[in-house]
């Protein structure tokens, strides 16, 4: 069984500084990773994904996020956040082993203060 | 363009009368699912099929029943809604269960149950 927490159901950030969300995986096998975004009144966009290599991962809108096994996290980062990251941002986690459906944390909702 | 499109976007209705909400892929992906999302529980999946005529249990199945008699579609029935059962459902699809990391989301079905 694999599960996600998300440490933080809120957080409250000035426009252009940094943000961190945080996102802690347990599980008995190796897993794959995903941080999804939701903007207010739409469904679930994919923002970025852990597989396999380098541990650093970028995908879109100048998110990062960084795959530590031994921490067992999976942090989502952006150097300077804008008005329309508002969003709740959700980490996932999959076993990489057959066909494992994915487990969704709770969510973070980012809001983004002018 | 690919999309899930689901119907309605909104309802209310009182206890124990039937309803329906509808989902519709235009991908021909195989794989379809249903989640509610609820404040401090994330996304939970409720049911889900690998394909036409095949479908299965997620996480919170009670009180609910699904079908999918063609690929494209796969409605969610409430066959007697309770006030529990207001929540934000989304359906989903991606092309396998392997996929299912780029699952493409519909917007949302608000429910409320009086």
């Known amino acids: 069984a694999q599960s996600v927490t998300q440490l933080d159901s809120q957080v409250p950030v000035f426009e252009e500084a940094p943000v961190e969300l945080r996102c802690n995986y347990s599980?008995?096998?190796?897993?794959?990773l995903f941080w999804y975004v939701q903007y207010p009144n739409q469904g679930l966009q994919l923002l970025l994904k852990y597989l396999s290599g380098s541990t650093l991962v970028k995908g879109i809108n100048g998110f990062e996020a960084e795959f530590n096994k031994s921490q067992t996290s999976f942090h989502l980062r952006k150097p300077s956040v804008h008005i329309s990251d508002t969003a709740e941002y959700f980490c996932?986690?999959?076993?990489?082993?057959?066909?494992?459906?994915?487990?969704f944390g709770t969510g973070t909702r980012l809001t983004i203060i002018p | 363009e690919a999309q899930v499109t689901q119907n309605p976007r909104y309802l209310i209705t009182v206890t124990g009368k039937k309803l329906t909400v509808t989902c519709s892929q235009n991908?021909?992906?195989?794989?379809m699912s249903w989640y509610r999302q609820d404040p401090g529980l994330g996304l939970r999946q409720i049911y889900y099929s690998m394909n036409v005529e095949v479908t299965d249990k997620g996480d919170v199945p009670e009180g609910y029943k699904v079908s999918r008699k063609e690929k494209r579609n796969f409605p969610l029935i409430l066959e007697s809604p309770s006030p529990n059962q207001t929540s934000l459902y989304f359906c989903?699809?991606?092309?396998?269960?392997?996929?299912?990391?780029?699952?493409?989301f519909g917007p949302g079905t608000r429910l409320t149950v009086l």
């Open positions: 989903a699809s991606s092309r396998r269960l392997a996929d299912t990391d780029t699952q493409y």
């Open positions: 996932a986690v999959k076993s990489n082993f057959g066909n494992e459906k994915l487990t």
């Open positions: 991908m021909n992906h195989e794989y």
């Open positions: 599980s008995s096998v190796s897993v794959y």
